[in-house]
C-alpha cells in the first residue's frame, strides 16, 4: 500500500531534549516536505527536499534540522526544544511528475 | 514569498445547498493550486487541483475555478452533504514541492 509514515504519532517532551521524528514513503517520491499545523495559522512549510542530499529552509525553519541521505526518509530533527515548537506535524511526499502532495498521518508534539 | 489568503474562514450552509470558498495568491509564478480537506483528527487529504493553463475543473459535485489574471482560485461544492463538514485549505505553489497554505475555512454542512 502506498503511503507516507510517521514515528512517533504522539510524544511529550521536556525542554531542551533532543528529539527525532520520521518520516518515510514508499512511492518513490523526489520531493518530500514538513509542515506544522498550529490553530488559526493553517499549515506552515518547515523544510522540503527535491531529492536526495537537497534540501531548503521553507517558511517556519527556525530551531528544525533534516536531513535527506535515503530517498525514502525524511527525519525532522529538533535540536533542543521548546515550548513553541508545540504542534501537529505533518510529512508529505510528492512526485515531480504529478505535484500531488501526499501526507502522514500527523505527529503531535507537545514541549513542557 | 508566496502569500495565500483564504477566506472566509468560517462557513455554515444548509444540507443541499453550495458552498463557495475563495482564495487570492500573490506569486504570479504560482502554477499548481491544489485543495484539501481536513476531517478531524485527520490528514489534509487532496479533494481538487488545477494547474495554471487550466480555467475550471469539475469532479463530480466538487469543482474549481481559477483566473489567473486576478490571481484567485475558488472551489465550488454544490449539493452539499453533512459528510462535507470538514476544514478546507487551498495552497498555490510553483511545483509540488512547497506548498503555500491558506489559513483554511471551516465548513459545517447542517441536516
Known amino acids: 500500500e502506498a503511503q507516507v509514515t510517521q514515528n512517533p504519532r504522539y510524544l511529550i517532551t521536556v525542554t531542551g531534549k533532543k528529539l527525532t521524528v520520521t518520516c518515510s514513503q514508499n512511492?518513490?517520491?523526489?520531493?518530500m516536505s514538513w509542515y506544522r499545523q498550529d490553530p488559526g495559522l493553517g499549515l506552515r512549510q518547515i523544510y522540503y527536499?527535491?531529492?536526495?542530499?537537497?534540501?531548503d529552509k521553507g517558511d517556519v525553519p527556525e530551531g528544525y534540522k533534516v536531513s535527506r541521505k535515503e530517498k525514502r526518509n525524511f527525519p525532522l530533527i529538533l535540536e533542543s526544544p521548546s515550548p513553541n515548537q508545540t504542534s501537529l506535524y505533518f510529512c508529505?511526499?510528492?512526485?515531480?511528475?504529478?505535484?500531488?502532495?501526499?501526507f502522514g498521518p500527523g505527529t503531535r508534539l507537545t514541549v513542557l | 514569498g508566496e502569500n495565500v489568503e483564504q477566506h472566509p474562514s468560517t462557513l455554515s450552509v444548509q444540507e443541499g445547498d453550495s458552498a463557495v470558498i475563495k482564495c487570492t495568491y500573490s506569486?504570479?509564478?504560482?502554477?499548481?493550486f491544489p485543495w484539501y480537506k481536513q476531517e478531524l483528527g485527520k490528514r489534509p487529504q487532496l479533494i481538487i487541483d488545477?494547474?495554471?493553463?487550466?480555467g475550471e475543473k469539475k469532479d463530480q459535485r466538487i469543482a474549481v475555478t481559477l483566473n489567473k489574471t486576478a490571481k484567485h482560485f475558488s472551489l465550488h461544492i454544490t449539493e452539499t452533504q453533512p459528510e462535507d463538514s470538514a476544514v478546507y485549505f487551498c495552497?498555490?505553489?510553483?511545483?509540488?514541492?512547497?506548498?503555500?497554505f491558506g489559513k483554511g475555512t471551516s465548513l459545517l454542512v447542517t441536516p
Open positions: 512511492m518513490n517520491h523526489e520531493y
Open positions: 527536499s527535491m531529492n536526495v542530499e537537497v534540501t
Open positions: 495552497a498555490a505553489s510553483r511545483g509540488g514541492y512547497a506548498l503555500n
Open positions: 488545477i494547474r495554471s493553463n487550466v
Open positions: 506569486d504570479s509564478a504560482s502554477n499548481y
Open positions: 508529505a511526499s510528492s512526485s515531480q511528475v504529478t505535484d500531488t502532495q501526499y
